[in-house]
Every structure is written in C-alpha cells, then in structure tokens.
C-alpha cells in the first residue's frame, strides 16, 4: 500500500460509511429535517450548540459536517458546521492552556529533544503553516491536536485561523456527501469523493514542503 493510500484509506472508509448511512435513513423514511424545519429558529442554533459541544468531546468532526449538509443542505450545513468545529476546537485549545500550559512547559524543558518538544517548537516557529499541514492530513485526532495545541506555545490566533482554514476541504466535502444522500444525488457524492481526494493531496504537498515531527 502506498504512503498516500495508507494515510487515506480510513478518512475515506468514514466518508464512504456516512454517505451510506444518510441513504438508509432516507430509504426507511427517517427524515431528521423535518425535525429541524419544526422547530423554527431554533433548529440551525440547536444544531450549533450541540455541534460546538460534540466537536469539543472528540465526535469527529467530519460527523458534525455530514449532519449538517444532510440536515440543512450544502451551503448552510457547511457554514453551520464550520462555526460549530471552529467553537469545539477553541474551547479544547482553551481548557488545555488555562488549565495545563504551566504544567507542560515544566515537562516539555525537561524532554527537550523528543517527539512532543519537537512538534511544540515547530508551533511555535510556525504556527499557521504547521497548523493547516496537520488539519488538511486525513490522520491524527482533531481532539488532541486541540489540547496538544493548547499546552504549547502556538499563538491563539494563527493556530485558530489555520485551524478553521484547514477545516474547510473536508467540511465541504462530507456536508456535500451528507446534502447529497439527502437528496440521493450521486453527482454530488462523487464530487464530494473527488474533493476529498484533492484535499489529501494538498495536504501531502505542504508536508513534503515543511515536514512534522514523525
């Protein structure tokens, strides 16, 4: 298996796993739109709060991107997605630093030299670049890149702004993958697949420019 296989294979079984699961819920009837389209205004605020919570408790958020664009549809459910990922992302980011900074930066003087001294000084050195390499991969956990990120030294900003900008290609494509089973649509699921590709690929190729610790 080649190197961009073996970092693929799991991002795109979810894709693929998602897709089918929003077509089963809308071959046995079950339509959670309607649900939403109910509740009036409160639906897309719902979705936010509950979004921001699921992100920040480690439900992947590529979940939180396809119940969106199944819910609302593309252009919405990506929106409201971005801004419940980008919610979940700075309140780990948050709790990590005001909680654990102090104790990690004790640690990490005492590890100097080692995998998490390397990739907290890469955060630091370049915190928007090294960001958006790691959001764009389809590896690692979104969770502990979160609280890792808190306890280093990477500032709020870059890291928040790479973090939201790394998120676009895969919320894009899993909201289209979610508006498309919504609508058993397979052009959209395969340019939501196409689009998944593109974003792997993009993501490889600032790796190979500016590589992370190992």
């Not at 919405?76 to 900074?101: H, K, M, P």
Request: one cysteine or more; glycine letters at 14%.
């Amino acid at each position: 298996m080649t190197g961009w296989a073996r970092l693929a294979w799991k991002p795109a079984l979810l894709l693929a796993g998602l897709a089918a699961a929003g077509l089963a819920l809308r071959t046995i009837g079950l339509d959670p739109r309607g649900a939403v389209a109910a509740a009036g205004q409160q639906g897309p605020a719902g979705f936010l709060v509950l979004g921001t919570l699921a992100c920040a408790v480690a439900l992947p958020r590529q979940v939180v991107a396809l119940a969106g664009g199944y819910v609302f549809g593309f252009w919405a459910g990506s929106a409201l997605a971005l801004i419940a990922e980008l919610g979940g992302c700075a309140i780990d980011f948050w709790w990590a630093r005001l909680l654990g900074r102090g104790a990690a930066s004790r640690f990490l003087a005492r590890r100097e030299g080692g995998r998490l001294h390397r990739l907290d000084r890469l955060l630091a050195e370049r915190p928007f670049t090294a960001t958006l390499t790691l959001r764009l991969l389809p590896v690692g956990n979104n969770f502990v890149l979160n609280l890792l990120a808190g306890l280093s030294g990477v500032g709020t900003l870059p890291f928040l702004a790479a973090s939201v900008l790394g998120y676009v290609p895969q919320t894009v494509v899993f909201a289209l993958a979610g508006s498309g089973a919504s609508v058993s649509d397979g052009a959209q699921l395969t340019l939501a697949a196409v689009l998944f590709a593109v974003s792997v690929g993009l993501g490889l190729l600032l790796l190979r420019r500016r590589p992370v610790p190992a």
